[in-house]
T-cell receptor, first 111, second 114 residues
């Protein structure tokens, strides 16, 4: 069946450091891929998405590229801020099925 | 502004009691979902509905019930049969259950046992 695996946290960085959170998936066909962010006590917000191979999703300085050959969708940011501290979820969706989420990666950024 | 409203934000349940969590959306989305979030376990699907008057069980439906009488509303009842209900509950909607579009989430309800 379909599944998403993301790196376990927590990830602890200093402000302005480079961020990578790894995400790989297993799916048949061509799923859409998403990154969601959850701030403490809140619901999930869509951060970025990609719907086909080689698409690059980007938002608020975050980027992720849909790599079908490596079944990956790694999240990157060149310079993190304290306000980026949150839990990040990788997810996939195929038409007719519910979203499948990874277990989440907690990012903590200190000044 | 369009969005999803969950209420209440915090809810307490006594032993043997059923409680109902509200989820309302004004996005005109066809599909709605309920997830349970526990620390370190990500999100697990409880129930989902792709159209009014129809819903399907997710991965952890036991001890829960839902209804979908209106397009904009998808309440979740946590019954007394759910022996470990303490969790953060998230409702989501999607433009169509058969699309690959993103889901939109409410701000969640935190349920605790008294």
């Amino acid at each position: 069946g379909n599944s998403v695996t993301q790196m376990e946290g927590p990830v602890t960085l200093s402000e302005e450091a480079f961020l990578t959170i790894n995400c790989t998936y297993t799916a048949t066909g061509y799923p859409s891929l998403f990154w969601y962010v959850q701030y403490p006590g809140e619901g999930l917000q869509l951060l970025l998405k990609a719907t086909k191979a080689d698409d690059k999703g980007s938002n608020k300085g975050f980027e992720a590229t849909y790599r079908k050959e490596t079944t990956s969708f790694h999240l990157e940011k060149g310079s993190v801020q304290v306000s980026d501290s949150a839990v990040y979820f990788c997810a996939l969706n195929q038409a007719g099925t519910a979203l499948i989420f990874g277990k989440g990666t907690t990012l903590s950024v200190s000044s | 502004d369009g969005g999803i409203t969950q209420s209440p934000k915090y809810l307490f349940r006594k032993e043997g009691q059923n409680v109902t969590l509200s989820c309302e959306q004004n996005l005109n989305h066809d599909a709605m979902y309920w997830y349970r979030q526990d620390p370190g376990q990500g999100l697990r699907l409880i129930y989902y509905s792709q159209i009014v008057n129809d819903f399907q069980k997710g991965d952890i439906a036991e001890g829960y019930s839902v209804s979908r009488e209106k397009k904009e509303s998808f309440p979740l009842t946590v019954t007394s049969a759910q022996k470990n209900p303490t969790a953060f509950y998230l409702c989501a909607s999607q433009v169509g259950g058969n699309s690959n579009q993103p889901q939109h989430f409410g701000d969640g309800t935190r349920l605790s046992i008294l």
